[in-house]
């Protein structure tokens, strides 16, 4: 059923506007989040729901009453945030999401990720809110730099926020220009609890891996915060410790202390690398930041590798054995 659809069943069943509430699935489609259902959930007043001489059953520990194309049930009028879309009462986006996580259906997976991308995207400090709720204050956020680089090391931050703090338009640091992300920083630096960083060397990446050397670089990033966390968003990496911690896909977009620890991971990386430019301006490290670009790629094969490279990549691995295969000629 498309929206104007599921209005008319609603109109036909002839109940009161102020006694039901839009919800799941059928919210989704007010909010034109998906296009169209087959069933109708509603929440109603226990005493419409008293009165409906329909059958009961019970799914995900509710009793829910169902006719032709509607469930409907007591509780899920209770809701704490509505819309209104059309006149009618619609449960809202954060509310549908969270109802949709709990029941957990397999079909719904991808539905429920976009879901949290699009109350992230409202409320970036919606994970944060929840951890709160459960009397958890202190929550680090956690991110790293430079995976994908043919140079220098990963670098991963962690970061403590206080519970009043603010900063308009923090994200993503990839999202942000270089002065905003270096206003960022300060700002991040003067108001969190607590900051610690995690350096982890290309030799160690060329040992290891960069997976496994990234894993390295945010395990000593929370252990350098001087205050220990309660609990540690990441952004999408699980990590093992012992402190509990929540893995979040697009955590640096989602999650407003993984932002901040993005933004404390790239400008401490990005100044090592123009440091690094100064010794080696030939290789542009200050525009690519250790990526690979054709300038840089150019610098490798007339110039050959620093000792800051890192061996295990293709392009640096490529250039050696082309160096140790003209050495066997000769």
Avoid at 40 to 58: A, S
Avoid at 242 to 247: E, R, V
């Amino acid at each position: 059923m498309t929206k104007e659809k599921i209005y008319k069943k609603i109109e036909d069943l002839g109940l009161d506007k102020h006694d039901y509430i839009i919800a799941t699935d059928g919210s989704l489609v007010c909010h034109d989040v998906i296009d169209e259902i087959e069933d109708i959930d509603l929440g109603c007043t226990k005493e419409v729901f008293d009165f409906l001489d329909w059958p009961v059953r019970v799914e995900y520990g509710l009793e829910i009453k169902y006719k032709d194309c509607f469930n409907i049930n007591c509780d899920l009028y209770n809701l704490e945030h509505i819309d209104i879309i059309d006149g009618y009462q619609c449960s809202d986006l954060v509310t549908t999401y969270e109802l949709k996580k709990r029941m957990n259906k397999p079909k719904d997976k991808k539905l429920i990720q976009k879901l949290e991308l699009m109350v992230c995207s409202l409320d970036n400090y919606y994970f944060e809110r929840k951890l709160r709720e459960k009397g958890i204050t202190l929550i680090a956020g956690v991110d790293e730099v430079g995976r994908g680089p043919l140079v220098g090391p990963v670098v991963a931050a962690c970061v403590i926020l206080p519970e009043e703090f603010s900063l308009d338009g923090l994200t993503d640091s990839k999202k942000l220009s270089e002065k905003k992300r270096e206003f960022y920083y300060d700002e991040i630096m003067k108001q969190a609890v607590s900051v610690g960083v995690g350096i982890i060397s290309e030799e160690v990446i060329d040992k290891v891996n960069i997976y496994e050397a990234t894993k390295l670089a945010m395990k000593e990033a929370i252990s350098n915060c001087t205050v220990r966390p309660e609990h540690v968003l990441i952004d999408a990496m699980p990590l093992s410790i012992d402190i509990p911690t929540t893995s979040i896909i697009k955590g640096d977009f989602k999650s407003i202390t993984i932002s901040a620890a993005s933004v404390i991971a790239k400008v401490t990386r990005d100044r090592m690398l123009d440091e690094l430019d100064q010794k080696y301006p030939m290789y542009d490290f200050k525009d690519n930041k250790g990526y690979p670009t054709k300038k840089h790629l150019d610098a490798i094969e007339k110039y050959g590798i620093i000792k800051e490279h890192r061996k295990s990549y293709g392009p640096v691995k490529n250039y050696l054995e082309k160096q140790l295969s003209f050495s066997d000629i000769f």
